[in-house]
């Protein structure tokens, strides 16, 4: 009993990432089933979904709102994070352990608890899950009367989001500790692999984001409960009856939240861009083009992320001068984005490209993340975003970055690493088959939205059809938007089979199955003294192809 | 052999082994290492008490920057809410900020809470003594203890002498009429920012009567330091922290 109990509660952080992992799983599998409903009803807004009747326009609402939370908090913030760099961060620096193994412990339990409080927001509610969307923006957060859902739903929302934020603030400084601390003699920072460099920089605005969402979530309990007034206006009526108190400033909560939030967005992408730079001098057998430019690109834009939360708030009504203000920075990132691009692609250029199929997920990370990141500087600026705020325009530029590049990059890592994880090696074809069905459906998912919000189509609407607006001449597009996306959600059951079957009956992998150089394949004793840079590829034939960084820099004959 | 201060120079043994074969081994009192980069230096296998150390207090500061950062989040939202207004049919640009004057008891209760830093430094470095340490390593009884216990117990009392202080603050602001739930923005805040200083506070004192008991109940000299030491740099975190929201709500409204 015992025994079994320390199983379970284990400090081991290769079983503590894999058991992230898993629940990124969970959570992705009910995230994307909420979407299909999504895309279902808009296409369909009068159909009865058997079980449960028509769908209203708040229970859409309510559907949006648990897939955003789902998908951004516990599967990008988790998976990439959590998920990997517990697999994989003691090996890479070859460290013996996380630096706090049990608040690493701690820190996975309290996602869980915090998924298991959500989950129950929406189906132990008699009102339902809350409905003013993963932003949660007041006065419809603030008060229970708002709306459906707002109660209970509300709260429990709040409390789950709160328990993340102490999960992830533990998580962050285990990370920190861990890399800063823990790295084995001779692991200088210049030798680092560029994941860790990407979970060092994840983990730094980890740190100082969520807080800052903890503290904005504290405070909006606290106008719930205790009477308080920070985000509830005055005079602000709800069916004819004055609610609140004072004079409290929805604005303030936008502030607060979107200073966690823009971070937030680069915590899910940073650590698909260091492994997707990984995987490209694996897979095409060269060495990092710029390695020291490439990991200062991925501090630039974590810093550059913290100054940049205005853009999600041009159309609010903040000093147009604070907006260029945010505009101008928001355009700076792109600088040291195009700056990894052409890493990568100088990392690429000429190599001998092995396509397996961690390379190819890597290769799609990069063609979303091109895709995804081009229509940013167009958002950046306010006058192209007083017409595009809040429409389809916006929903197709981050769903390709955030759902399809750093998807891809949890894709990428999760074929990559199953070895380290099972011993076996992924059904290569499924592989193959998952990846190409996954990135034409996604562009035919996520590409057309462009053209929806370029014509005006507004989020967060539930039909194509209302009292103002109508967008039925976009019906046949929304079509194909849904089909794509069910042909999506169908491919990742290739997936789903891949993993599970592979687990039990894939090809055994050998040591180092993909003759990768970085320490967390070294099967047997890796060296007191680290010698070597982290991608020493790039050998001239005949001498093996490329040196391991366990390897000792004396010639071996 | 723990982690200690000592006031004489200690001697580096290093046997340069020549080119070629093992690195030399680190034989310095402290277990070794504390050299930042220096590989050459760094003591194969596991660090000694002074990396166990070290790597607590790294823990520590990273937590620490979190929760600084969350400190921020409130004073920002102060000051935003401070400045918020409109312009009224005169273009006179007003805001409902009313200023709370402090209870003066709030100046006794920062004072107390300064002491009670002063206190916990000395607890702390009474843990440190290099010759009470070494007898403590070697079994000889706790003199270290037995001097840290005290000031730990002061430290104890002030802690709560300020959690008493604050609660008897909130007490005059509620006769006064000034509630949590008051309309007043500025009341709003004076709870929000002494009540969550406070609440990290009481974490403060668990902590520190864990430690307490860690004193003795903790099996090595060097957990033993450990237990204090971060418990030291956390209170003395949550007192430069009281320091700055007290002349904020002091001075700034």
Request: proline share 6%; aromatic share 14%.
């Amino acid at each position: 009993m015992r025994r079994a109990l320390g199983k379970v509660f284990t400090t081991d952080h290769r079983r503590l990432g894999v058991m992230y992992l898993l629940l990124a799983l969970a959570a992705v599998a009910v995230g994307t089933t909420l979407s299909l409903l999504m895309r279902f009803h808009r296409v369909w807004p009068n159909a009865v979904i058997p079980g449960f009747g028509v769908m209203k326009p708040e229970d859409y609402l309510a559907l949006v709102t648990m897939h955003g939370t789902l998908m951004v908090f516990f599967v990008l913030t988790v998976a990439p994070q959590s998920g990997f760099a517990n697999l994989v961060l003691p090996g890479q620096i070859g460290a013996r352990g996380m630096a706090f193994p049990k608040i690493n412990a701690t820190s996975f339990w309290l996602t869980l608890v915090s998924f298991l409080v959500l989950i129950s927001a929406a189906h132990l509610t008699a009102g339902g899950a809350p409905i003013s969307g993963w932003t949660s923006y007041p006065p419809l957060s603030a008060l229970p009367a708002a709306g459906p859902g707002q109660g209970l739903g509300m709260d429990l929302w709040l409390v789950s989001i709160g328990i993340f934020c102490v999960a992830a603030w533990l998580s962050a400084l285990n990370m920190l500790a861990t890399i800063v601390g823990k790295r084995r003699a001779g692991m200088t920072w210049a030798r680092l692999p560029m994941t860790v460099w990407s979970w060092l920089v994840a983990s730094v605005l980890t740190l100082l984001a969520f807080v800052v969402l903890l503290a904005a979530v504290g405070m909006l309990f606290s106008d719930r409960h205790f009477g308080t007034n920070f985000f509830i206006p005055m005079g602000d009526m709800i069916n004819g009856q004055v609610v609140g108190h004072g004079n409290g400033s929805p604005m303030l909560w936008l502030q607060l939240f979107w200073f966690f939030g823009h971070p937030e967005v680069y915590i899910a992408v940073l650590p698909g861009m260091g492994l997707a730079t990984s995987l490209f001098a694996n897979f095409s057998r060269r060495r990092v083009a710029g390695y020291k430019m490439m990991a200062g690109m991925l501090v630039a834009i974590g810093l550059l992320g913290l100054l940049v939360w205005g853009h999600h708030m041009f159309v609010s009504g903040i000093n147009p001068y604070a907006g260029t203000a945010f505009a101008a920075v928001t355009m700076a990132i792109a600088v040291p984005s195009t700056a990894e691009v052409i890493g990568w692609l100088a990392t690429l250029w000429g190599g001998g490209l092995r396509l397996r199929t961690p390379m190819l997920f890597a290769l799609g990370f990069l063609s979303f993340f091109i895709a995804g990141g081009l229509t940013g500087p167009i958002l950046a600026q306010p006058s192209l975003d007083v017409y595009l705020h809040n429409t389809f325009f916006v929903v197709a530029h981050f769903h390709l970055i955030m759902a399809m590049a750093g998807v891809f990059g949890v894709f990428a890592g999760v074929y990559y690493w199953f070895p380290l994880m099972t011993g076996r090696l992924m059904n290569e074809t499924l592989g193959k088959v998952h990846f190409w069905v996954s990135l034409i459906a996604a562009y035919g998912t996520f590409l057309p939205m462009h053209f929806a919000g370029l014509a005006g189509e507004p989020r967060h609407y539930d039909r194509l059809t209302g009292p103002a607006m109508n967008f039925t001449a976009l019906l046949p597009l929304e079509r194909g938007i849904t089909y794509s996306a069910l042909l999506l959600a169908a491919a990742q059951g290739i997936f789903l089979w891949n993993v599970f079957v592979s687990a039990r009956r894939g090809r055994v992998a050998g040591v180092n199955p993909w003759e990768s150089t970085t320490l967390e394949w070294e099967n047997g004793e890796v060296p007191s003294l680290i010698e070597r840079g982290p991608y020493e590829y790039e050998l001239p034939q005949g001498e093996g192809g490329y040196h391991p960084q366990w390897e000792s820099p004396v010639k071996q004959e | 052999m723990p982690a200690t201060f000592t006031r004489n120079p200690v001697d580096v043994e290093r046997n340069d082994t020549g080119i070629g074969g093992k690195p030399p081994y680190d034989r310095r009192p402290t277990g070794g290492g504390g050299d930042g980069e220096n590989w050459e230096n760094h003591p194969q296998g596991r660090g000694g008490p002074r990396e166990l150390l070290i790597r607590y207090r790294l823990g520590l500061m990273f937590a620490l920057s979190g929760d600084l950062m969350f400190f921020v989040a409130l004073v920002s939202a102060f000051f935003v809410r401070q400045s918020t207004g409109h312009f009224d049919v005169y273009n006179h640009y007003t805001t409902d900020w009313r200023s709370l004057a402090v209870p003066p008891i709030l100046w006794l209760n920062t004072a107390v809470l300064l002491l009670s830093s002063v206190t916990m430094e000395i607890a702390r470095r009474q843990l440190f003594h290099e010759i009470d340490v070494m007898e403590e390593w070697l079994g000889l009884g706790r003199p270290a203890v037995k001097r840290a216990a005290p000031w730990l117990i002061a430290t104890l009392g002030l802690g709560l002498t300020f959690l008493v202080g604050q609660w008897v603050a909130w007490e005059q602001l509620v006769q006064q009429g000034y509630l949590l739930s008051a309309p007043n923005p500025s009341s709003n805040f004076f709870y929000l920012i002494t009540g969550i200083h406070g609440l990290h506070l009481v974490v403060g004192v668990l902590a520190l009567m864990a430690a307490l008991m860690g004193l003795f109940t903790l099996k090595k000299v060097e957990f033993r330091q450990i237990a204090v030491d971060s418990v030291a740099w956390y209170w003395h975190t949550m007192g430069i922290f009281w320091a700055f929201l007290f002349v904020l709500l002091v001075f700034f409204q």
